[in-house]
């Protein structure tokens, strides 16, 4: 038998058991019940517990903040929805599925679950067109920057270390690609169809994969990429007359919905002017560059104040190549684009601009922005963020920031790749300012 709460035998003894450990549920209420604004308390810090423990505290935390806003809601008037959202940050996918069986087994339907995953590949590495991690995320990152605009259950959000150090687009963009629709609502089939091709969506007679819509007369459906089940809308002329889930083999129509959010294929819609965009940061960061010439380089830090730097004047041309990228990340530094990293610029550049889409494409969304946003820019300030394993998430930054570093000096040969700092976040940065953090640690 697995020796988890995933297990339903084990779960239906173990659950009631842990319920009633006192020194959990005091740890939990005190957490809960605490004055966010008091640095005395977060970011907390949660020992002696670890596996599907962590689970079964941030279960019964969430059932407490429940109680608090019903409180709030009586005697103070505060809050307009009982419900919250709830961000857990997690070291790797694995973690990630682990947490979401626990919560699953523990809280069954009280509560909507949504992962961010990262792109599943090592850096630089170019994900494939049409992977269905594009749409996966753009779901989610609707989802976050909407807000629980039904109201009826909370959501948690387990996001991959990995993700949640990623730069992200503006939430405003993102709710600029968004269709919220609801029953009643005035809305012109064509237009909608035109909408959904313009954000990715592929038109056929009869919807059978996810990034699909078919529209035949009055009635529109849609499989959106990170859902289970297809969407269908029916009209009555221009407006909507019913909104439906239904089964994208038998096509038969399953439970009624009063709204629906339609989001896009991708978290970055590519047009004309964004594609022009990224050409004036590839040309700027061609210009920016230094050519490989270690002497000038050299001559160019000390005129520039930065201090006579012997170590590299001794050092043979890889050994440069090295330490030249290890300081990448801390100045800025950066050598000029390769010719091969040139064609490939114009690759990606044309089929943006003809196709939409690119392999690699996704490598460019964190330098999109003046200044991109991290997960954190997407929720509440007040939004509870869980930190599991945190001494591995913490002490990630130096194997990352070497990973990445590694990889750019690799890659930067064939492709106009962006520094590490700029697709990179610092964990302990972005993490810092958040009003309510609770870290759990293992050792």
Known sequence: MENSLSANTVSQNLIPLLASWKDLSQAVNSLADANVTSKTVFPADVMGIKGSLNSFFVSRYMERRRVVRIHEEQYQGKHSSLQEDFVIVVPTKKEADECQTDLETILADKVDIVKLPDWEMLPYRPAAKGSAVFGIRAGTLAKLAVGNIRKERPRVYIIMQRAFLSPLPPPSYIKGLLLSLRKGQEAEPEKLSLHLAKVGYTRVPRVTTRGEFALRGEVLDIFMPGEEAGHRIVFDFDTIDQ????????????????????????????????????????????????????????????????????????????????????????????????????????????????????????????????????????????????????????????????????????????????????????????????????NFHTL
Request: glycine share 4%.
């Open 243 to 438: 909104i439906k889930t239904f089964d994208t083999e038998t096509q038969s129509s399953k439970a009624n919905l009063e709204s629906l959010l339609i989001y896009p294929m991708k978290e970055v819609v590519w047009t004309d002017e964004l594609t022009t965009h990224l050409e004036q940061i590839f040309e700027k960061t061609d210009k920016e560059g230094i050519f490989n010439d270690y002497a000038s380089f050299d001559a160019k830090r000390k005129g520039q104040g930065s201090g006579t730097d012997s170590s590299l004047q001794s050092l043979t041309e890889d050994d440069k190549t090295v330490a030249e990228n290890r300081k990448t990340i801390q100045t800025g530094v950066h050598l000029a684009f390769s010719e091969e990293a040139l064609k490939e610029k114009e690759r990606i550049l044309v089929e943006l601009s003809v196709n939409k889409m690119a392999e690699g494409e996704e490598l460019f969304y964190g330098v999109l922005w003046d200044n991109p946003c991290s997960v954190l820019d997407y929720v509440d300030e007040y939004t509870t963020v869980f930190c599991l394993d945190y001494e591995r998430v913490s002490n990630a930054k130096k194997l990352l920031d070497n990973e990445y570093t590694i990889s750019y000096r690799i890659c930067r040969q064939k492709i106009p790749a962006p520094r590490p700092d700029l697709i990179l976040f610092d964990f302990h940065k972005t993490i810092q300012n958040h009003a309510r953090c609770i």
